[in-house]
């Protein structure tokens, strides 16, 4: 079968049924699902991506791939008109215009798509904070498709809410080599939840291979205990040896000229920013933090393999 949408010309191999379509496959996430699931489901998953070049290690173990875009209800339509199960989520691409256009795009072309398909399970990789209307930046995305999929009363939902992603975090840090210091706009005692990202892959990916689960449902994934970024800082130095290294908050605007100049839109960035900046005066702002997702990964696990950038730091 050939799905044309207005962005792309791709193929499926078969109209069979009980598919399970794994969107943003290419992605942190969606990649570390596919690779949980399709060693038991391998004849009936698909998996959906922007670009073929980011699905070469899952091209050779024979995934059927559908290149197209998530703002196309079209491309999605066609994908969930035959599946049972669905992994779905809120992008957050760094270097597009207009973020929150497009933010609003995807939840419309995922609701107007899934609304009128065979779908019976949906795994929502949403955001901790999804629960609020607001102060959430580019978690307001996650809120808006949580809201709208609970009215689909016939089909089985779990919303995923993990924390930030710790692979993600020095995307989001300044850094100066000659005074030893990383710098963000986060108050130094502001309490960061973080999870990596296998840890919500091992989580959406056991949901999917059971799809046991019933009604619509809420887990939250706040990984281990919340870290303040002083204490984020002492980590890194402990891991590469720099005793000395310190941690320096820096003003709103300086921050986001330094995140414009790694090449993120602006768009992007600003949302972003007035995120940190409600997370800096409301410590309520993501629920209960002292919650912990156990026999998740610890930053203090994880930091020797996210930390190479920083070998000759203080050198």
């Not at 999929?149 to 993990?162: A, F, S, T």
């Not at 986060?186 to 990916?205: C, G, M, N, R």
């Amino acid at each position: 079968m050939r799905i044309s949408g207005k962005n792309q010309d791709v193929r499926l191999s078969t109209d069979k049924k009980h598919r399970i379509i794994l969107t943003g496959a290419s992605g942190n996430v969606g990649s570390r699902v596919a690779k949980l699931v399709i060693p038991s489901h391998k004849e009936s998953v698909i998996l959906t991506g922007r670009d073929r070049t980011m699905f070469r290690e899952l091209l050779k173990v024979g995934a059927e791939i559908c290149i197209g875009s998530m703002e196309d209800s079209h491309f999605l339509s066609h994908l969930f008109r035959n599946a049972e199960a669905a992994l779905i989520m809120v992008p957050f691409p760094r270097h597009i215009k207009e973020f929150d256009v497009f933010q609003r795009r995807v939840v419309e072309s995922l609701f107007d798509s899934i609304k009128g398909s065979s779908l019976k399970y949906i795994i929502h990789v949403s955001c901790l904070g999804a629960h609020r209307p607001d102060k959430t930046g580019p978690i307001l995305g996650n809120y808006d498709l949580e809201r709208r999929l609970n009215w689909l009363k016939d089909i089985h939902i779990v919303h995923l809410r993990p924390s930030f992603f710790m692979e993600d975090l020095f995307d989001f840090l300044s850094f100066d080599r000659e005074k030893g210091i990383i710098a963000s706009p986060l108050y130094p005692h502001t309490p960061l939840p973080l999870i990596s990202v296998e840890d919500v892959a091992q989580a959406a990916a056991g949901f999917l291979l059971k799809l046991s689960f019933r009604g619509q449902s809420i887990h939250q994934l706040p990984g281990p205990k919340a870290l303040s970024m002083d204490r984020i800082v002492n980590i890194i130095g402990d891991v590469i040896n720099c005793r000395d290294l310190k941690y320096e908050l820096i003003d709103y605007g300086k921050a986001k000229d330094g995140l414009i100049g790694k090449g993120y839109s602006e768009d992007w960035v600003e949302s972003w920013i007035s995120c940190f900046k409600y997370m800096n005066e409301d410590k309520d702002l993501f629920g209960n933090l002292e919650e912990e997702t156990l026999n998740n990964k610890t930053f203090k696990e994880l930091a020797p393999s996210l930390v190479y950038r920083f070998k000759e730091f203080c050198k």
